[in-house]
């Protein structure tokens, strides 16, 4: 069916693609096992209700090269039958150029404005470049035209432009789960012609704040000589909108939490610290969330506060990531001495 206009009106499915789906996969005995994950990303996504006719494309994390024919099959029946996801194929290799690589070490460290930390080099681009290229073969195969496609992160920033390619007519989204910098330091990139191609292939570009919508806008405008207005601007005769989602929790699922549970929880942090005050902190061990300066804050207000010497605990929640890029581990080392420092 179409309308007057002659375009597409028929409801199509929601068609999800992260750059991991939202399940670990795990090898067992006899093949292969799932539990959801729970990264930023999927456990953000998952507060949305996915319909029966939904498909969530992305890599399940387990090397495409690792694996036997049979049990690539077993793995993406599994997948498909019981989680309502494709596995993108990826080698070792594939991920080792795209996400360590490009995505880690380019982009994640200049986007969150650590430009000293930013590695350029033409191997992990091609690397990006190609994942990005496999990830849109997979979607034109398992997609249809008249699907919604909903694109997530900085993964995945050639995609849009890619599928649109192939797609004039498809409707895409494309959502930023990290900042985008400002135009100065996005100039930096020797690709920056490319990915604002790609991202400008999507018919809505979300971000969470206005500042990172306006510094998307600034660059378009100085790179591509594209004006805008309230967002909206014009790119090969189509449509593409700018916004702002700021992206919340599930608050009626934390509403759900057992209150006698919460309480157990509660006792037990009562029994370690007793009548101490306790500070919490909790987040990724990731360079860019400020957990080494936030020792030293507590080191410095020990230091010129002793009357709070063994009234006062900071314990702090920090979850590894990212283990195989060296200058996380770093990051990793330098916490670990400064904990032991402040404790001793």
Known sequence: MKDTAGRRTERGRLVLVSHKLPVTIEKTGGGFSATRSTGGLATGISSLTMAASSV???????????????????????????????????????????YNGFSNNTLWPLFHYFQVYTSYSRETWQGYYNVNRKFAEAVLKHAKPQDTIWIHDYQLMLLPGMIREKWPEATIGFFLHIPFPSHELFRLLPCRQELLDGLLGADLVGFHTWSYARHFLSSVLRLCGIENTFGRMERNGRAVQVDVFPMGIDAQRFARVDPVGEADAGHKLAGWFGDMRLVISIDRLDYTKGLLQRLQAWERFLENEPRWHGKVTLLVLAVPTRTRIPLYRQSKDDFERAVGRING
């Not at 890599?59 to 090269?65: F, S, T």
């Open 56 to 98: 969530w494309i992305g890599y399940a994390g387990v090397p495409a090269d690792g694996l036997t024919s049979p049990q690539k099959r077993q793995l993406d029946e599994m997948l498909r039958k019981e989680h309502g996801c494709i596995n993108v194929a990826l080698s070792g290799q594939d991920f080792q150029l795209y």
